[in-house]
């Protein structure tokens, strides 16, 4: 085997193949509409990741509409402006708004708004005529979730309840403090209602927009972990089953082009700025050589004596089972590290690289050491020819049943 082909450019590798598993990733684009001064921006900076409507390009595409994106994000924001001029200009906002409605939707499923976010300030104890007006056209082109902002106390509340007696075609009416609120140097209002809002806008958009939404979203990291345990035990369950081929020890490496997937794939998932000195660390936690290759050989023979029941590797042989639990434990140890850098980027807090490291290595090594491989590759693979047996055994005393009758 080629040295090329042996050792893996781990680091590049994993960079690489998450941003080509974002690339394909449905977009999700979202119309957010509402008065100057409602906290827009707050709501968008604390709901999506990387603070987006300070950082993300904002490009005027009419006048009283902006589009706002950013590299690797699959999200797309179109954001209002204007709604409480004149009517002539009303008028004119009205007409920029739903031309592009319009025009995106003749583009194509990918780049067509999927929902709007309506947002009124709770502290203005109304809505006037023109937004009724406003959010009964639009909830006539697309779904619509008002969102209540800043919203505090008794006063939110009403207002909520008199919007419900409209009786609007919306999906939803949701109060929400985007961002803690001062009241003195001794009481602060959490912030409260973006968990509801992600959940509402979960149930509402198309399904194929979810992952980009969940990507994009920071403020359910719990969520993101759900999404990612769960593609990745079926991911492992579908690609080490019973009948898994046993891997030779010479060739183990054959496991790290589909660890590389599993890890660009959870790492999509979270949508967090990983850079190459945060793969690295992590790389190295797993025993690679200074955290940039590694041989797939070296690999299994450090992760598989943590595991119980694994013993030595009898014959120069892997079961599906043991590889299995190192995959298993690999992927689920680096969802509980992304989780915790997750929740730092959103408090503007990343974690120390060392302190990654040997996170990982001890989630990893917790998880291995909980591993059960209690039955060799040899056992396994007789208890399949004992099944299929027995599946023949049956089919043959239906035969006999059926030619009988």
Same mark, same amino acid.
């Given at each position: 085997? =080629? ?12 960079? /690489? ?6 690339? /394909?990733? #449905? ?18 900076? /604390?709901?999506? @990741?990387?603070? %987006? ?10 006048? #009283? ?14 954001? +209002? =402006? ?8 009303? +008028? ?52 619509? &979730?008002?969102?209540? +902002? ?15 007696? $409209? /009786? $609007? ?13 001062? &009241?003195?140097?001794?009481? +602060? ?5 973006? *968990? ?9 958009? !198309? ?21 990612? @345990?769960?593609?990745?035990? *079926? ?10 081929? !046993?891997? !030779? ?7 790290? !082009? ?47 004596? %943590? ?27 680096? &969802? ?27 989630? %990893? ?7 059960? &491989? ?25 035969? =006999?049943?059926?030619? *009988?009758?």
């Amino acid at each position: 085997m =080629k040295k090329t082909t042996d050792h893996l450019n781990i680091v590049e590798e994993v960079l /690489n193949k998450t941003k080509e598993e974002i690339a /394909n990733i #449905h977009p999700v684009n979202i119309l957010v509409a509402g008065k100057t001064g409602v906290g827009k921006s707050t709501l968008i900076n /604390n709901l999506f @990741r990387e603070n %987006l409507a300070a950082t993300g390009i904002g490009k005027p595409i009419t006048e #009283h509409l902006r589009k706002i994106s950013k590299e690797s994000i699959p999200l797309v924001l179109y954001d +209002t =402006k204007g709604l409480e001029l004149e009517s002539a200009t009303q +008028t004119a906002v009205k007409k920029e708004i739903f031309d592009t409605l319009q025009k995106q939707a003749s583009l194509g499923e990918e780049e067509a708004i999927h929902i709007a976010y309506y947002c009124i300030n709770a502290n203005s104890s109304r809505i006037e005529q023109m937004e009724i007006e406003m959010i009964k056209a639009l909830s006539e082109k697309l779904p619509v &979730i008002i969102v209540l +902002t800043q919203s505090i106390g008794e006063p939110a509340l009403a207002l909520k309840a008199y919007i419900e007696d $409209l /009786n $609007l075609s919306v999906q939803g009416i949701i109060n929400v403090m985007a961002a803690p609120f001062v &009241i003195t140097a001794d009481y +602060t209002i959490p912030a409260y209602g973006l *968990k509801e809002l992600i959940e509402l806008t979960f149930a509402v958009l !198309p399904e194929a927009t979810h992952q980009a939404f969940n990507n994009a979203q920071q403020a359910d990291i719990q969520r993101k972990v759900q999404s990612a @345990r769960s593609w990745a035990t *079926k991911y492992i369950a579908t690609s080490f089953g019973v009948g898994f081929a !046993p891997i !030779p020890f010479s060739d183990a490496s054959v496991l790290v !082009p589909m660890q590389i997937g599993l890890l660009a794939h959870i790492t999509a998932i979270f949508g967090i700025s990983i850079d190459k000195a945060t793969v690295a660390s992590i790389v190295a936690a797993v025993g690679g050589t200074g955290g940039a290759t590694y041989l797939g050989r070296y690999i299994v023979s450090n992760m598989i004596k %943590l595991i119980p029941g694994a013993g030595t590797i009898a014959g120069g042989v892997i079961s599906g089972a043991t590889a299995s639990v190192m995959t298993s434990a690999l992927a689920m140890s680096y &969802i509980e590290v992304l989780s915790i850098i997750a929740k730092g980027e959103k408090e503007g807090k990343y974690p120390d690289l060392k302190n990654i490291e040997f996170l990982m290595r001890e989630k %990893l090594e917790e998880r291995l050491k909980k591993g059960k &491989i209690s039955k060799s590759n040899e056992e396994l693979m007789e208890e399949s020819k004992t099944e299929k047996t027995s599946e023949n055994k049956r089919k043959w005393w239906q035969r =006999k049943r059926q030619d *009988k009758e």
